[in-house]
T-cell receptor
Framework: KAGVTQTPRYLIKTRGQQVTLSCSPI?????VSWYQQTPGQGLQFLFE???????NKGNFPGRFSGRQFSNSRSEMNVSTLELGDSALYLC??????????????FGAGSRLTVL | GENVEQHPSTLSVQEGDSAVIKCTYS??????FPWYKQELGKGPQLIID?????GEKKDQRIAVTLNKTAKHFSLHITETQPEDSAVYFC????????????FGQGTELSVKP
């Protein structure tokens, strides 16, 4: 069974640009969550999508957005990039509801560097 | 607000010794407590989890204990091996709140051969 796939793995952008990251969940998983990981702040919850709808949202500015497609694949977008957006962006998928709802399987992440 | 404190931030042990990592959480409504292990260049991997109706759970060399009254939970690794070296994260969540986990700051565990 394939795991969570994130693309691209590494990218470099400059301030003011925008970036789109992609995540393919484990087959059968309908929930996709995004996290930002930085040395100073640790793992911070960005948002969660389920059935193409945002179900939960963290405390990030509106420059951070996401969406989910009918095949459960998800993308997140960061506009007007700032130096502080440099981070590892992690995607995680989980089953719908029940005891599996909180059990997250993470991808390897997309390492974003903003210059 | 929701918060998870994790200690220590770094831990160095000799191979074969035990390692203990402790976390406290602020939201008394939390009822799901997973532990993740993150190796260099990889995403976090779930190693064990516990729900609030259970006080202790074991899986081979790892165990987790939960004290709901004190809002405190711990990870115990026995007979540590060099391959246990990694960063460990605790987290807390409200059951059925889907993918929203509140993570601790992480503990870098180093097991010296």
């Amino acid at each position: 069974k394939a795991g969570v796939t994130q693309t691209p793995r590494y990218l470099i952008k400059t301030r003011g640009q925008q970036v789109t990251l992609s995540c393919s969940p484990i087959s059968g998983h309908r929930s996709v969550s995004w996290y930002q990981q930085t040395p100073g702040q640790g793992l911070q919850f960005l948002f969660e999508y389920f059935s193409e709808t945002q179900r939960n949202k963290g405390n990030f500015p509106g420059r951070f957005s996401g969406r989910q497609f009918s095949n459960s694949r998800s993308e997140m977008n960061v506009s007007t990039l700032e130096l502080g957006d440099s981070a590892l962006y992690l995607c995680a998928s989980s089953l719908e509801g029940g005891s599996g709802a909180n059990v997250l399987t993470f991808g390897a992440g997309s390492r974003l560097t903003v210059l | 607000g929701e918060n998870v404190e994790q200690h220590p931030s770094t831990l160095s042990v000799q191979e074969g010794d035990s390692a203990v990592i402790k976390c406290t959480y602020s939201d008394s409504a939390s009822n799901y407590f997973p532990w993740y292990k993150q190796e260099l260049g990889k995403g976090p991997q779930l190693i064990i989890d516990i729900r609030s109706n259970v006080g202790e759970k074991k899986d081979q060399r790892i165990a987790v204990t939960l004290n709901k009254t004190a809002k405190h939970f711990s990870l115990h690794i026995t007979e540590t091996q060099p391959e246990d070296s990694a960063v460990y994260f605790c987290a807390a969540a409200f059951y059925n709140q889907g993918g929203k986990l509140i993570f601790g700051q992480g503990t870098e565990l180093s097991v010296k051969p």
